[in-house]
């Protein structure tokens, strides 16, 4: 079946470790999304990419990084540079009209 | 820059009832789209409907459908017949034809009483 996938579901990191998050999907679509959300706040856009090799810079890019050398894959860094990690992040592609699962990240 | 704004955080009401949640947005354009998403304790976020501006007719998707007043700027979700199913946190979301990104509201959370 197509869709999107994240991994880890859960994902445990010592303060000042950087962490990736995998998000990858079969549907063929040009642009993906990486949001954050916290409790009460909605999603919040991070990064975002229109095509493979191009991305932007969304609401809160700080302490964020990503890249996109496939089409197929948008993976997300965590930098220790980001004074509060902890949240759940969702990918989405194609006018974020598809998400995938989320991966919850705690920074202990 | 474009704002979207849940005004009731939480609602609650009885099986088989309709229910109406609210949603308003700010924007100075005139090309746009609408999406009504939800987010069941799975937390996966599931899209509902979808309302293009430049379309006068309401979006209706089953038992779900939209009141969208593009001049008052609000974009209404209305569920006919309420479901347990349809417990839910529910996001209002903008997002314009010129940069394609989405602004989400902060969501209200319904709950289908038995």
């Known amino acids: 079946d197509g869709g999107i996938t994240q991994s880890p579901k859960y994902l445990f990191r010592k303060e000042g470790q950087n962490v990736t998050l995998s998000c990858e999907q079969n549907l063929n679509h040009d642009a993906m999304y990486w949001y954050r959300q916290d409790p009460g706040q909605g999603l919040r856009l991070i990064y975002y990419s229109q095509i493979v090799n191009d991305f932007q810079k969304g609401d809160i890019a700080e302490g964020y990084s990503v890249s996109r050398e496939k089409k197929e894959s948008f993976p997300l860094t965590v930098t220790s540079a980001q004074k509060n990690p902890t949240a759940f992040y969702l990918c989405?592609?194609?006018?974020?009209?598809?998400f995938g699962p989320g991966t919850r990240l705690t920074v202990l | 820059a474009q704002t979207v704004t849940q005004s009731q955080p939480e609602m609650s009401v009885q099986e088989a009832e309709t229910v109406t949640l609210s949603c308003t947005y700010d924007t100075s354009e005139n090309n746009y789209y609408l999406f009504w998403y939800k987010q069941p304790p799975s937390r996966q976020m599931i899209l509902v409907i979808r309302q293009e501006a430049y379309k006068q007719q309401n979006a209706t998707e089953n038992r779900f459908s939209v009141n969208f007043q593009k001049a008052a700027k609000s974009f209404s979700l209305k569920i006919s017949d309420s479901q347990l199913g349809d417990t839910a946190m529910y996001f209002c979301?903008?997002?314009?034809?010129?940069?394609?990104?989405?602004?989400f509201g902060t969501g209200t959370r319904l709950t289908i009483i038995p």
């Open positions: 979301a903008f997002m314009s034809f010129s940069n394609e990104k989405l602004t």
């Open positions: 989405a592609s194609k006018d974020e009209q598809f």
